[in-house]
């Protein structure tokens, strides 16, 4: 059962740029799928970004496309959401999840659809 520990958040103004990571233990990340999810106060969790296991497929949340990317590296077990040009709207705590995959291509965009969680970081963006 894979483990998964977001850092990276921070308190930013509008236009900077933050690096989340999470670190994975207990499982292969290139069996996984995993994503970036947030939530910001009162709000539902919502889809960010998705990679396929072994990363040859990306998928984006239509506000974050061409500001963030999402990236995985199988030697650190680590994933990473860079995340440029940030909005006050950005602001909310950041989760990554994992699904284990049988699919190269497969990048899912539903909370039901993954099975292990981190416990989140905080993004907080100022005008």
């Known amino acids: 059962q894979i483990n998964l520990a977001e850092s990276g958040g921070g308190l930013v103004q509008a236009g900077d740029s933050l690096r989340l990571s999470c670190a994975s233990a207990g499982g292969t990340i290139a069996t996984y799928a995993m994503g970036w999810f947030r939530q910001a106060p009162g709000r539902e969790r919502e889809f960010v970004a998705a990679?396929?296991?072994?990363?040859?497929?990306?998928t984006y949340q239509d506000s974050v496309k061409g500001r963030f990317t999402i990236s995985a590296d199988s030697a650190t077990a680590r994933l990473y959401l860079q995340m440029d040009s940030l909005e006050p709207e950005d602001t909310g705590v950041y989760y990554c999840?994992?699904?284990?995959?049988?699919?190269?291509?497969?990048?899912?965009?539903?909370?039901?659809?993954?099975?292990?969680w981190g416990q989140g970081t905080q993004v907080i963006v100022s005008s």
């Open positions: 999840a994992a699904r284990y995959s049988d699919s190269d291509r497969s990048t899912p965009t539903m909370r039901w659809q993954y099975t292990n």
């Open positions: 990679i396929s296991r072994r990363g040859a497929y990306t």
